[in-house]
Antibody, heavy 122, light 110 residues
Framework: QLQLQESGPGLVKPSETLFLTCTVSGASFSISDYYWGWIRQPPGEGLEWIGSIDYSGSTYYNPSLKSRVTISGDSSKKQFSLKLSSVTAADTAVYYC??????????????WGQGTLVTVSS | QSVLTQPPSVSAAPGQKVTISCSGSSSNIGNNYVSWYQQLPGTAPKLLIYDNNKRPSGIPDRFSGSKSGTSATLGITGLQTGDEADYYCGTWDSSLSTWVFGGGTKLTVL
């Protein structure tokens, strides 16, 4: 059983960079057991996958956000991070970190953080 | 406009059964596994079904999943008021090279 916790500023100004960190805790795990991802949900709307990173540092991004997104990991700290540049009001959302098992038939998100609301406003 | 199409809302009485559909195409549901998520009000999504029809540990067998062609279905039997939530389907889209979610279905237990 893993626990994921997002952290970072709740307010970001337009055109600036959003930076969030996800800290992982819980039962013993290997970083190679999962892909580590970010998903967001604008207020009152549906879910949007932002991207994921694997144990080797390979990243996979939503093409619609790829030019502005960077996901990185620090296994020693059991953390992975999201950077989203040039934000606008459309980036206002609850941001979730989530895991996808690597040893599996299909892909899915099995552990989720509680989410953190990021508002883009001046 | 979501790549996967779900009905915006469904409703049924306590104890009854409900199904939620998720329609896609050959580039997503047709050739990849589907998962389903339950999002209770004010909380993070929770995995309900993975690999089309498998339930994670702790998910009651009232919840079931199936897939046929380019559509998937979530079934919930013995409805309880605690099942009122938003439900999302999701899968990988091989053409778009991105994970896609349905627009979500709000379940009301009358």
């Amino acid at each position: 059983q893993l626990q994921l916790q997002e952290s970072g500023p709740g307010l970001v100004k337009p055109s600036e960079t959003l930076f969030l960190t996800c800290t992982v805790s819980g039962a013993s795990f290997s970083i190679s057991d999962y892909y580590w991802g970010w998903i967001r949900q604008p207020p009152g709307e549906g879910l949007e996958w932002i991207g994921s990173i694997d144990y080797s540092g390979s990243t996979y991004y939503n093409p619609s956000l790829k030019s502005r997104v960077t996901i990185s990991g620090d296994s020693s700290k059991k953390q992975f991070s999201l950077k989203l540049s040039s934000v606008t009001a459309a980036d206002t959302a609850v941001y979730y970190c989530a895991t996808t098992p690597t040893v599996t038939t299909g892909y899915y998100f099995n552990y989720w953080g509680q989410g953190t609301l990021v508002t883009v406003s001046s | 406009q979501s790549v996967l199409t779900q009905p915006p809302s469904v409703s049924a009485a306590p104890g009854q059964k409900v199904t939620i559909s998720c329609s896609g195409s050959s580039s997503n549901i047709g050739n990849n596994y589907v998962s389903w998520y339950q999002q209770l009000p004010g909380t993070a999504p929770k995995l309900l079904i993975y690999d089309n029809n498998k339930r994670p540990s702790g998910i009651p067998d009232r919840f079931s999943g199936s897939k046929s062609g380019t559509s998937a279905t979530l079934g919930i039997t013995g409805l309880q008021t605690g099942d009122e939530a938003d439900y999302y389907c999701g899968t990988w889209d091989s053409s778009l090279s991105t994970w896609v979610f349905g627009g979500g279905t709000k379940l009301t237990v009358l």
